[in-house]
């Protein structure tokens, strides 16, 4: 694929282009390769003309494709959209930019916040990147795998270095790489299970956050002039969140941490091999101090060729104490033996005061040999990922929580119907409940299997405190939060198991997180926190910790609400819930869980941030990353060292710097947004849940059914057999509108509020000088530049009753139009994306590639609804989903 409009302006893409146009004749053969190039150019070429209203003339020449050659070309466009990702990645094209802390303490700086105001900050933070297995991530590991090995062998061909370091020739070895690719199978032959779910988080934790985030502390210490504290700690979700997923239970929750704690125990016993190796300083040439000698004495190592090297025998010491924990922690002995026998840490402090001693003795003694270095690395992964590696959440519904304490309370004989209850009387009896000491569990009766299972769960939680230490599990989220006694249900479950404690000063080991995800419940929940930090019990817990975290849904309360309102009630129930919580005098942590795609929240996470409302980040801030974000952010070191950056240092701007808006424009820009969210949420309400038929309409338009065939993640698609929309989980949802090229949940309504609200003059102030109100509209417009209203009328060709489909599309085109121009008149541009020129490069380079794919897609659907059985044709959907999802570059 050489030397064509599109792609020139990108001499990586254009290089990497070439290399895949090789494979593809290769191992196509050059027929293959011949009708993919002459589609391609006619793409290209349509494209380059398209004024926006012309539709798609003709197939581009697809016709002349047979089922076999369709396959091919969906998987040549695939792997060119997938190099075309890597290359615009390198060149930084979707990286945050300027995002980095030295900037982030220059702008403070000029704003009269200096380093101290900054550490005192840091004192208090805690910045946490969660990763979780949302299914959203179209592409097999292997086929990331060879992805991340084409990256390296780019850097070197940077680097005009020709050989790799084992004698291979570079460009050779791309060209390997990519036929590699062009070999492998695209697609999951069986759904994910679990486990699968655990390992490819652990590669990310261990191969990318363990060593960049030390690396990236070094850089911090220097930027802020001393050490800072270890205030960014990733978090994992995998193996612990169970919320409409049966196939996560105990074993799986014992599985993850083991797994964690065998690879953060691996990496140390390297490490301290490594320093061993390197510490080879002798006493007779320079004296250690005591201390030191005092750890080396303590360790055993009585080896005569070593007595006058006190760091090496202190690290041998401290190595056959770590292979001692690692034989405890994970059941199984360390792959390389001690030769010394130690006590097993008791904790990673334990081992971190070890490790402090050295530091201590080689910044007195060695002049030159500072804490720095791979010393003083170690001891700030110790101080991050502990013995845990990650803080692994639970999460569970509510619902369940519901049904198991009233299966609890029947059995113990203590309340026979708690689910007919109100809820002032089950806050009293579970209050009640738990001031009393005494569990509700039988080991002797016969509960069901839901119960059994979650008490199993709470089990093996208490187990991993007692075994990793309390920082291995912080929260246990409770999905679909709806009330003071959906919070005090799960402490009941956390009490059968010493998890929580009550008496004169309750306490409990695990927080109970709400997660609050509907329009409604992010308008009840002020409330609903007022009234938990009013119990007594709460005070008592939360003032032992002197923080609570509160999540926030950004996909289920879009579905539920559109865009608009869906960002707006957010935003609201930040600062609401900052009133709250300052008046309790508790501190606060939002933990926001958003996904990729615009309509599940994503978007810039460094604009996210910083465009939270003043005064609720104050330093605490945790955020998942899921999906296709996880490669996409933390695929390598240096991409990882980029995203993480970025969030420390949007997290300080968005916690020291002055508000961006005086007093009476929050008010006047608020009062604006309540009217617009009201308009949006009743045109989005209207159209989704108001209008006959549209479920049918979205069932047919879009490839919603065959995205189920996906196996991309070990959950089930839905958590119900309802194919109600409210039923229906976001994830499939923002999938299939973003497949069909419409991409509803990233606009929809949000045209009617602009055109319906009268004072544009004021609208245009607040996109120039509001935050908030700046980004959300930078990602709608990121959205509607990738969506298609011609290729989106050819999905609605698959509503089989035209009259439906006529009836509602119409209503869906003139959204987007509205929302299209209101957008344009707003931000005064002339076309979308006017002031992000490699934005709309990446998006104008892609779009000529989606929309063959797109039309397939349709043609394949067509035959498959149609009762046609060929195999092919189920493969045919499946990679050109997985085509489009990765040239889009957000799925889901
Ligand atoms: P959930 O996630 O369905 O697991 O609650 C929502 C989402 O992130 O889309």
Known sequence: MADLPGIANNPDIRFLGKLLGDVIRNYGGEALY????????????????????????????????????????????????????????????????????????????????????????????????????????????????????????????????????????????????IALLWQTRVLRRERL????????????????????????????DRALGERVPSFLKPGSWIGGDRDGNPFVTAESLKAALAKASEAVLGYYMDAVHALGAELSISTQLAPADDAVIALANASGDTAESRSDEPYRRALSGIYARLAATHLALTGKPAPRAAALKGERYPDPQAFRADLVTIARALRHDGGALSSGGALGRLIRACETFGFHLATLDLRQNSAVHERVVAELLKVAGVEGDYLSLNESQRVSLLRHELSNARPLASPFADYSDETKSELAIVRAAADAHATYGPACIVQHIVSMAQSVSDLLELNILLKEVGLYRGGENPSAAIMAVPLFETIGDLEAAPGIMTEWFSLPEVRGITAARSFQEVMIGYSDSNKDGGYLTSTWSLSKASTALKGVFAGAGVGMQLFHGRGGAVGRGGGSAFAAIRAQPSGTV??????????????????????????????????????????????????????????LSASAFAAYRDLVYGTEGFRTFFRQMTPIVEIAGLKIGSRPASRTKSDKIEDLRA??????????????????????????????????????????????????????????????ARYATLVEDRALADAIFPRIVTGWQQAHDGLLAVTGQSRLLEAHPALDASIRLRLPYIEPLNLLQIELIKRRRAGDEDERIGEGILLSINAIATALRNSG
């Open 193 to 220: 299970y679990v486990t699968d779910e655990v390992e490819i988080a652990l590669s990310y934790l261990r191969d990318v956050f363990l060593p960049a985030l030390p690396a990236l502390y070094q850089r911090w």
């Open 618 to 675: 104050q330093g605490r801030i945790r955020i998942t990353e899921q999906g296709e974000v996880i490669a996409g952010k933390y695929g390598t070191r240096e991409s990882a060292i980029t995203n993480l950056e970025a969030m420390a240092s949007a997290t300080l701007l968005a916690s020291l710097e002055p508000d961006a808006l005086s007093a009476a424009d929050t008010q006047r820009f608020s009062a604006a947004m309540d009217t």
């Open 731 to 792: 994830i499939p949802w923002v999938f299939s509108w973003a497949q069909a090229r419409v991409m509803l949940p990233g606009w929809y309504g949000v045209g009617q509020a602009l055109d319906a609200f009268e004072d544009k003059g004021l609208l245009a102030e607040m996109a120039q000088g509001w935050p908030f109100f700046a980004a959300s509209l930078a990602n709608m417009e990121q959205v509607i530049a990738k969506s298609d209203m011609d290729i989106a």
């Open 34 to 177: 011949a009708r993919t190039e002459s589609i391609r150019t006619a793409s290209v070429d349509r494209h380059r003309t398209k004024n926006g209203d012309s539709g798609p003339e003709s197939d581009l020449g697809l016709d002349a494709l047979n089922l076999d050659e369709t396959l091919d070309f969906v998987r040549g466009f695939m792997l060119f959209s997938m190099l075309a990702n890597l290359a615009e990645d390198r060149q930084g094209v979707t990286a945050e930019q300027g995002a980095d802390v030295a900037a982030a303490l220059e702008r403070l700086a000029g704003e009269g916040i200096d380093k101290a105001q900054v550490m005192d900050l840091l004192g208090h933070t805690l910045i946490a990147p969660v990763l979780t297995a949302h299914p959203t991530e179209v592409r097999r590991k292997s086929m990331i795998d060879h992805r991340n090995r084409i990256a390296a062998l780019m850097r070197l061909r940077d680097a005009e270095v020709t050989e790799t370091p084992d004698g291979d020739d570079v460009e050779e070895a791309i060209l390997r790489q």
